[in-house]
């Protein structure tokens, strides 16, 4: 009886294990093993083995790109989750603020952004703000008496739109997660403090942020997942094929697809893509060790 009570639950399971395997497991495996060949357009069937050859020709050469989309990555995930913590902490303190009138209607606002489709959004603004002939920055350029300016042709003008239009897109959800946080935390602790002679910089740094930082971590740590492997906005406003504006920005995301689907080095771009996966990993063990030892 014990026995059967044993082998039964992963019976049960069996369907799902065999699902995750096909979904997740399997396609892990086979691009760790494309990764050691040199499988491309021109090797689809005859391909050979190279063991290590595409992993040292990413993390060695230096004109092979990928050491600059691998810089050009940390550099966007660092500022943008920056930006991101501090401007959704700012809002959600402004969206509590007592006496504040239809704050509802704001938090409702606040969420089109998030909740509109990626694809739509992101076209939108190409089109409608970034557009140097009649976007909207150009217009309000030609308006102060300015010259028209293409933010897209050239890689720091093109990084910084990328970084506004992924802070608009991604900022409603933290605004969200720490506007639920900020209403967890006992109002009394702040009438003590009060109390006590503390100001709104002593508040915020003894009170609101410790309360409020367990309840935040896993949607800061998912955020940032997000905005390391960010791939649409980049891609859809600088490289998407028939509307090249110029730019050569490029992440490690983009740079896989490049190889996987321009270049048609399928090698290359698993070797790449296992690197990417290494990366997050390690990450993550970190993350999650750090907070074990905060709980401890």
């Known amino acids: 009886m014990n026995k059967k009570n044993k082998i039964l639950p992963w019976e049960y399971s069996f369907p799902s294990i065999i699902l995750i395997g096909l979904i997740v497991v399997f396609p892990i495996i086979y691009t760790i093993y494309i990764s050691f060949t040199n499988m491309n357009l021109y090797h689809w069937t005859d391909y050979e083995f190279i063991v290590l050859d595409n992993y040292r020709r990413a993390l060695t050469k230096l004109d092979s790109g990928f050491m600059s989309a691998l810089l050009t990555t940390i550099i966007w995930t660092v500022l943008n989750m920056v930006i991101q913590i501090l401007a959704a902490y700012l809002i959600a303190l402004g969206l509590n603020a007592k006496g504040l009138k239809l704050a509802r209607l704001y938090k409702t606002l606040l969420m089109f952004p998030w909740a509109m489709p990626a694809y739509i959004s992101i076209l939108l603004w190409r089109v409608g703000i970034y557009n140097p002939q009649y976007g909207l920055l150009n217009k309000i350029r030609s308006a102060l008496g300015l010259s028209s300016m293409d933010f897209l042709s050239e890689n720091i003008p093109a990084f910084i739109s990328c970084m506004v239009l992924n802070l608009w897109m991604a900022l409603p959800f933290l605004i969200m997660m720490m506007d639920g946080a900020l209403q967890s935390v006992d109002i009394s ?56 504006t110029g730019a050569t920005l490029q992440t490690v995301i983009t740079y896989a697809h490049q190889n996987a689907f321009v270049s048609n080095n399928y090698g290359l771009s698993s070797a790449v893509s296992i690197v990417i996966f290494g990366f997050i990993i390690l990450f993550s063990l970190f993350v999650n060790r750090g907070i074990r030892e905060e709980h401890v």
């Open 189 to 244: 602790y702040y009438e003590s403090a009060r109390l006590d002679g503390g100001g709104w910089w002593a508040q915020n740094l003894y009170i609101t942020i410790p309360c409020i930082k367990p309840i935040l971590a896993p949607s800061i740590i998912m955020t940032t997942f997000t905005t390391f492997k960010q791939f649409d906005i980049i891609y859809l406003l600088t490289m998407q094929k028939g509307s090249l």
